[in-house]
């Protein structure tokens, strides 16, 4: 059974970083897309960052050049967020994704969306 841990919420203040960590337990696949996910509350749920086996990641341009997904294996993901903003507020989730066959690019993890195996979520709170 697959099952995604989520740590490393809190509340900081605005300009400030935090660093979410994923815990993977009973994936076994050395092909995979993992990503981080955030929903705020009467929100869409937004596709933050997104990693591939192979290290390549993805960014919602809304993020870029201040968050960095990156992980020490299939069963470790981080998400490093730097310079935070009120508007990143919202509870933060990561999701997992097994493939067979070839390996997924890094646009496949990006455009997948509908991932199979999700955690409980973490909340992130940045005050003004």
């Known amino acids: 059974q697959v099952q995604l841990v989520e740590s490393g919420g809190g509340s900081v203040q605005a300009g400030g970083s935090l660093r979410l960590s994923c815990g993977v337990s009973?994936?076994?696949?050395?092909?995979?897309?993992i990503a981080w996910f955030r929903q705020a509350p009467g929100k869409e749920r937004e596709e933050v960052a997104t990693?591939?086996?192979?290290?390549?990641t993805e960014y919602a341009d809304s993020v870029k050049d201040r968050f960095i997904i990156s992980q020490e294996n299939a069963e470790k993901i981080y998400l490093q967020m730097n310079s935070l903003k009120p508007e990143d507020t919202a509870t933060y989730y990561c999701a997992a994704e097994a493939f067979a066959g070839s390996a997924p690019e890094a646009f496949i993890c990006w455009i997948l969306r509908d991932y199979k195996h999700w955690g409980q979520g973490t909340q992130v709170t940045v005050t003004s």
């Open positions: 009973g994936f076994v696949s050395s092909k995979y897309c």
């Open positions: 990693i591939a086996n192979n290290g390549n």
